[in-house]
């Protein structure tokens, strides 16, 4: 893969980890609950460490680097997306966001699906592997409070 295709592969993803931190962060502003704030504050940060970590990568113009994956519980697979509201309960708040890091990863997926190149192949897949990661700790964290009484 030539270095302008890496940059156009990359800015798609750094654009996506904006998208991603501008959602978080305004739940966090809009909504009335004290938790679902400093949880979605928290989200959005999280987001911002993942733009800039792609933000380096492309600087630097690493294109072989990985992520490791973590284990799918597919327990995003088994929930319907809330709708976004602003009394929305803690479960339902983390469940949008699990959904929402679930077609993230999906969506690195298809394009690894689709690539044409080793290269291109071996870069979607590492940045689906990162979105796994993300969408991992959503379903545990839903996991501990949607499921409350387990524990």
Aim: net charge negative.
């Amino acid at each position: 893969m030539d270095a302008k295709e890496f940059e156009r592969i990359m800015d798609f993803a750094i654009a996506a980890e904006i998208e991603a931190y501008e959602f978080y962060n305004e739940v966090a502003q809009s909504t009335a609950d004290k938790s679902l704030k400093v949880l979605f504050t928290e989200f959005a940060e999280e987001e911002k460490g993942h733009r800039l970590t792609l933000e380096s990568l492309k600087n630097k113009q690493i294109q072989n680097f990985s992520f490791a994956g973590a284990t799918d519980y597919k327990i995003a697979e088994t929930v319907d997306a809330p709708r976004l509201s602003l009394s929305m309960k803690p479960a339902d708040a983390i469940a949008l966001a699990m959904k929402k890091e679930q077609e993230a990863m999906e969506m690195y997926e298809g394009l690894a699906k689709a690539a044409t190149e080793e290269e291109e192949l071996h870069l979607f897949m590492n940045l689906a592997k990162m979105e796994q990661g993300h969408k991992a700790k959503m379903e545990n964290l839903y996991n501990q409070v949607a499921f409350a009484e387990v524990w």
